[in-house]
């Protein structure tokens, strides 16, 4: 019932962990069904861009605010081609993104996966970008490991990265996102619902 977009990202209990190859497609194929586009049931109040061939990724545009979210899953690679062109294609969005959108002074970026080297790939093309562009701030924002992490884990100092907390452990997290020059790009306010 949320009068504001909702952007659903897939993880691995989603579709990756179903078992065999065709119960993961099933699974995926549900998902597609009930979550791709989910936001567009609040109303389209915003221009969101998929990706051609992986429309699951997506980006929008927001007062030179960059929020980019990729399908990173975490879990063992049980498929090595099909892992590493999903790496690649994820890469691919966020650096198009980012030159498509030139005048963003922050980029949040939304994804499943903790970082392990599994994703290096991603990581590493990221990190690139970040140091390319030194004057931007990034933020790398995931579920996965389910407890609370804050941290700088990456090849570049203006990547921050946080994990969010499980639904069932904390009450959702508040993120404040600001490209101004005189205030921190995020705060985060790990407010009470009860």
Same mark, same amino acid.
């Given at each position: 019932?949320?009068?504001?977009?909702?952007?659903?990202?897939?993880?691995?209990?989603?579709?990756?962990?179903?078992?065999?190859?065709?119960?993961?497609?099933?699974?995926?194929?549900? $998902?597609?069904?009930?979550?791709?586009?989910?936001?567009?049931?609040?109303?389209?109040?915003?221009?969101?861009?998929?990706?051609?061939?992986?429309?699951?990724?997506?980006?929008?545009?927001?007062?030179? +605010? !960059?929020?980019?979210?990729?399908?990173?899953?975490?879990?063992?690679?049980?498929?090595?081609?099909?892992?590493?062109?999903?790496?690649?294609?994820? !890469?691919?969005?966020?650096?198009?993104?980012?030159?498509?959108?030139?005048?963003?002074?922050?980029?949040? +970026?939304?994804?499943?996966?903790?970082?392990?080297?599994?994703?290096?790939?991603?990581?590493?093309?990221?990190?690139?970008?970040?140091?390319?562009?030194?004057?931007?701030?990034?933020?790398?924002?995931?579920?996965?490991?389910?407890? $609370?992490?804050?941290?700088?884990?990456?090849?570049?100092?203006?990547?921050?990265?946080?994990?969010?907390?499980?639904?069932?452990?904390?009450?959702?997290?508040?993120?404040?996102?600001?490209?101004?020059?005189?205030?921190?790009?995020?705060?985060?306010?790990?407010?009470? !619902?009860?």
């Amino acid at each position: 019932h949320a009068n504001v977009p909702v952007f659903i990202l897939a993880g691995d209990n989603d579709w990756y962990d179903c078992g065999s190859k065709s119960a993961r497609r099933r699974g995926w194929k549900l $998902w597609e069904k009930y979550f791709l586009h989910f936001y567009n049931r609040s109303g389209n109040l915003w221009n969101v861009d998929h990706q051609a061939n992986r429309a699951e990724n997506f980006a929008f545009y927001r007062k030179r +605010i !960059l929020f980019i979210g990729v399908h990173l899953v975490g879990g063992d690679i049980k498929d090595e081609k099909e892992w590493n062109g999903r790496l690649k294609d994820n !890469l691919r969005w966020t650096r198009m993104s980012f030159d498509k959108y030139t005048r963003a002074s922050v980029v949040v +970026i939304f994804a499943h996966a903790a970082p392990t080297k599994n994703h290096q790939h991603y990581f590493d093309g990221l990190s690139k970008i970040a140091n390319n562009n030194a004057g931007t701030e990034f933020l790398y924002l995931h579920g996965d490991h389910h407890r $609370w992490k804050e941290d700088r884990p990456f090849d570049a100092e203006n990547i921050k990265r946080v994990m969010l907390d499980q639904g069932a452990i904390a009450d959702p997290t508040h993120i404040k996102t600001c490209s101004c020059s005189n205030t921190p790009a995020f705060e985060f306010n790990q407010r009470r !619902l009860s």
